[in-house]
C-alpha cells in the first residue's frame, strides 16, 4: 500500500490531465449507451411504421452519438497517450537522477542487465498506474451513477437490480480474478528480468561461452525461463477469458432483472415499449466501463513489484553526499594521505589499514605491491568512489570531502587498469575527457599518446566495449584521455599493465612526456624503470610496510628489493 501511495503522488503533477482523461473516457462511453439507447428507440418506434418525420429525433441522436463517439474516443487517447508519455519521462529523469549518485558503491550489487530492466521496463509498466489504474474506476463510478439516475428516472426497482449487477462487475469479479491471478504478473516480471539477464550475459560473453562450450548450456537456460513464462502468459489469459464471461453473466443478470421488473409497469401503460428497449440496451452498453477494472486490479501487483525494484535503488543512501557548500579546488597539489582505512562492504579484511604517503607538487610517487594489496583502493578512495573509514586524503592542504566530488574527479585524471570504451565513435570516446575540445585537440592527443594512425579514424565505431581496438591501443586511447583532460593531478594505476614490453616502453615514455610538472601518483606491480619516482610506498596486504626512493629501497634489502630481484631474474 505504501510504495502504491508512493507511486501514485509521482503523478500529482499529472493529477488534471489524468481527471481529464478519466472524464473523457467517461463521455466515451456515455457515447456509447446513448447511441445503443438511441438505436434501439429508433428501431423500435420504425417497428411501428410511423411517420417518417417521427424519426428525425431518433435518426438525430444515432448520428450524433455516432459521430461524438469517434471523436470523444479519438480526444482520449490523444490525451491519455500525451499524459502518459509525459510521466513516462518525468519518471525516467527522475530515477536517473537517483541513480547517478549511487554509483559506483552502491551500484556494486546490481548486474548491468538488471538496472537496465529496472530504468526501461519497469519504468515502463508504472504507466499503467496511471493508464489502467488509477483511470478506470473513475470512469466505472461515473458510468453507474449515471445508469442510476437514467434507469432510476423509471424505476428504482429496476435501477437497483443493475447496480448490484455493476457491483458485481465492477468489484466481486474484479477482485476475484485478480485473486487467481495473484502471483501471476509478479512472475512474469520476475521471468522476464531473469531472462534479460541471460540474454545481455550471453551476447556479451558469447566469446567466452564459445570457448567453454556453454552456448548451448546458456540457451537451454534461456528456453526453460521462457517456458516457465508461457505458462504463467497462459494462465493470464485464461484469467482473461474468465473475467469476460462472468462480466458479461452480470450484464445479463442485470438484463434480465429490468425485463423482469419493468415488463410489468409496460404492460400497464406505465411506460412504452419502446422505453424499455431503449433501458436494455443503455445498460448493456455501459458494461463497457468494467472490462478494464479487472487490468486496474492486477496491474496494481505488477506496478507495486516495479514500484518496489525502483524505489530500492532510489533509497539506498549514495556513499558519497556533496558538501553543501564545497570549497573551490586548491591551487597547490601535493597529496597528503594520512592514517587512512578502509574496508569493502562484506569483507572482514581491511583493504587499506592505516596507509599514509605523501606526493610533492609536481613530484611522482610509485605505490607497489603484490596483488590484492590494495593499490586500486586508494585510487577509488581519491576520487571519492567511496569515503575512509578513517583517515583523509588531502590536496594542497585541504580535505578532498571539502571540495565538490565533481571538480575533484575533473582535476584528477586516472588512467585505470580497466578502461571503459563506450560502443560508439573513437572521437565521442575521447570527448567524454574534454567535451569541448576541437578535432585538432583530438589529433594531438592521439599523436602524443602513440595513436597517431587513429588520426583519420575518429569517424570509426570503437565497437561494443571497444572490442575493435586492441589492449594496447585501448589502453593508449586512455591516455589520449588523459592528455585532454589536462588536470593538474594524475592517477596511473597500471596503465601500461597487459603491454608487451616494447608497446609498454613506448607509452611509459608518453606518460612521462605527458605528464611534466604534474603531480603523479604512479601505481604499478611491475617494477620498471622505478628510478623515475621520487619515491616508492611499498604496499602490502593493506599496510604500507617500506618507503623510500627506489636505490635506498633497494640497499635496505626488504620486501621491495626482492619483489625487484625477483621480476629481474635475479631471484
Ligand atoms: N568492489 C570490491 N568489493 C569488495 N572487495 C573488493 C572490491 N575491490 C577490491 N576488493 C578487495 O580489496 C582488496 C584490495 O583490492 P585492490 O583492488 O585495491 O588491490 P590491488 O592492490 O589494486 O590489486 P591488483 O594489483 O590485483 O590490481 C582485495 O582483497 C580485493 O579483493
Ligand atoms: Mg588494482
Known amino acids: 500500500m505504501k510504495t502504491f501511495l508512493r507511486l501514485a503522488g509521482l503523478t500529482r503533477p499529472f493529477a488534471w490531465w489524468m481527471l481529464l482523461a478519466a472524464l473523457i473516457g467517461f ?8 447511441l445503443l439507447m438511441a438505436s434501439a428507440w429508433l428501431i423500435t418506434t420504425a417497428a411501428l411504421m410511423p411517420a417518417l418525420s417521427a424519426l428525425q429525433i431518433g435518426i438525430t441522436g444515432v448520428r450524433f452519438f455516432g459521430i461524438s463517439r469517434g471523436v470523444i474516443r479519438y480526444a482520449e ?10 510521466i513516462l519521462t518525468r519518471l525516467r529523469v527522475w530515477f536517473y537522477d ?3 549518485p549511487l554509483a559506483p558503491a552502491r551500484l556494486a550489487s546490481y548486474r548491468s542487465a538488471d538496472l537496465l530492466k529496472r530504468i526501461v521496463d519497469d519504468i515502463q509498466s508504472l504507466e499503467n ?9 473513475v470512469t466505472a463510478a461515473l458510468v453507474t451513477l449515471l445508469m442510476w439516475l437514467v434507469v432510476g428516472h423509471w424505476s428504482l426497482a429496476a435501477a437497483e437490480g443493475v447496480l448490484a449487477s455493476q457491483l458485481v462487475a465492477g468489484l466481486a469479479v474484479p477482485l476475484l480474478t485478480a485473486r487467481l491471478a495473484a502471483g501471476t504478473a509478479r512472475g512474469i516480471t520476475t521471468l522476464q528480468g531473469e531472462q534479460q539477464v541471460l540474454a545481455v550475459d550471453m551476447v556479451q560473453g ?3 561461452l564459445r570457448v567453454f562450450g556453454m552456448v548451448g548450456d546458456y540457451a537451454e537456460r534461456l528456453r526453460e525461463a521462457e517456458a516457465k513464462k508461457l505458462a504463467l502468459q497462459k494462465r493470464a489469459a485464461l484469467i482473461e477469458g474468465l473475467h469476460e464471461s462472468l462480466t458479461g453473466l452480470a450484464m445479463n443478470g442485470a438484463v434480465i432483472w429490468i425485463l423482469f421488473s419493468m415488463t410489468p409497469m409496460v404492460q400497464s401503460g406505465a411506460i412504452s415499449p419502446i422505453t424499455l428497449a431503449s433501458v436494455v440496451f443503455g445498460v448493456m452498453a455501459s458494461f463497457e466501463a468494467f472490462l478494464p477494472l479487472t487490468g486496474s486490479v492486477q496491474n496494481i501487483e505488477a506496478d507495486v513489484r516495479a514500484g518496489d525494484r525502483l524505489f530500492e535503488i532510489i533509497d539506498a543512501k549514495p556513499e558519497v553526499v556533496p558538501p553543501a557548500k564545497p570549497e573551490a579546488f586548491p591551487k597547490r597539489t601535493d597529496i597528503e594521505v594520512s592514517n587512512l582505512a578502509f574496508t569493502y562492504p562484506g569483507s572482514d579484511r581491511p583493504a587499506l589499514d592505516g596507509v599514509s604517503f605523501s606526493v610533492p607538487q609536481g613530484g611522482r610517487t610509485a605505490i607497489v605491491g603484490p596483488s590484492g594489496a590494495g593499490k586500486s583502493t586508494i585510487t577509488s578512495l581519491m576520487v571519492r568512489f567511496w569515503n575512509p573509514a578513517q583517515g583523509e586524503i588531502s590536496i594542497g592542504g585541504m580535505n578532498i570531502d571539502k571540495l ?5 574527479r575533473r582535476n584528477i585524471a586516472v588512467v585505470s587498469q580497466r578502461t571503459y570504451l563506450f560502443g560508439q565513435t573513437i572521437r565521442e570516446n575521447l570527448l ?10 583530438l589529433r594531438r592527443a592521439l599523436t602524443l599518446s602513440g595513436l597517431g594512425e587513429l588520426q583519420s579514424r575518429l569517424d570509426d565505431w570503437a565497437g561494443q566495449h571497444g572490442m575493435n581496438l586492441s589492449g594496447g591501443e585501448r589502453q593508449r586511447l586512455a591516455v589520449a584521455r588523459m592528455i585532454l583532460q589536462d588536470a593538474p593531478v594524475i592517477v596511473l594505476d597500471e596503465a601500461t599493465a597487459n603491454l608487451d614490453a616494447l608497446t609498454e616502453e613506448a607509452l611509459l615514455d608518453t606518460l612521462d612526456h605527458t605528464s611534466k610538472g604534474k603531480t603523479v601518483l604512479a601505481i604499478t606491480h611491475n617494477l620498471h624503470r622505478m628510478e623515475r619516482y621520487d619515491e616508492v610506498v611499498v604496499l602490502h596486504q593493506g599496510k604500507v610496510i617500506e618507503r623510500g626512493s627506489h636505490e635506498t629501497l633497494l640497499k635496505s634489502d626488504g620486501f621491495y628489493a626482492g619483489m625487484w630481484r625477483l621480476q629481474h631474474g635475479q631471484g
Open 27 to 34: 463521455a466515451t462511453i456515455g457515447s456509447g449507451i446513448g
Open 77 to 86: 487517447r490523444l490525451i491519455s497517450h500525451n499524459t502518459t508519455f509525459r
Open 98 to 100: 537517483a541513480v547517478e
Open 129 to 137: 498506474i496511471y493508464a489502467r489504474v488509477l483511470s478506470p474506476p
Open 206 to 208: 558469447m566469446s567466452e
Open 404 to 408: 565538490d566530488p565533481e571538480a575533484l
Open 432 to 441: 567524454l575527457a574534454a567535451p569541448e575540445a576541437t578535432d585538432e585537440q
